[in-house]
């Protein structure tokens, strides 16, 4: 079965980066799109950046020119570097599949940008 594993979270001050790493358990990123996605307290959960099979990317326009999402195949992983960092970016951070596929989720990882 294929877990993902995030890590990368954690407390940052305002302009602040930080780097995110998205491991599977199974070779699986070639055959799909993967995509970022993050939930705030009291607010719907948001793609904020893509991926697609050939290595396009697209962007949410709240992090656009901030943030920037990467994979690597051969090491089943996709990144997501994240830039100048706003207290609104604060927010527990996943990854999965484009479109999302609910057997998926992990535990993802928590991003706190606060000074």
């Known amino acids: 079965q294929v877990q993902f594993v995030e890590s990368g979270g954690g407390l940052v001050q305002p302009g602040g980066s930080l780097r995110l790493s998205c491991v599977a358990s199974?070779?699986?990123?070639?055959?799909?799109?993967m995509a970022w996605y993050r939930q705030a307290p009291g607010k719907e959960r948001e793609a904020v950046a893509r991926v697609f099979l050939g290595d396009v990317t697209d962007y949410a326009p709240s992090v656009k020119g901030r943030f920037a999402i990467s994979r690597d195949n051969a090491k089943n992983t996709v990144y997501l570097q994240m830039n100048s960092l706003k207290p609104e970016d604060t927010a527990v951070y996943h990854c999965?599949?484009?479109?999302?596929?609910?057997?998926?989720w992990g535990q993802g990882t928590q991003v706190t940008v606060s000074s």
């Open positions: 199974g070779n699986i990123f070639s055959r799909y799109h």
């Open positions: 999965n599949t484009v479109p999302v596929t609910n057997a998926y």
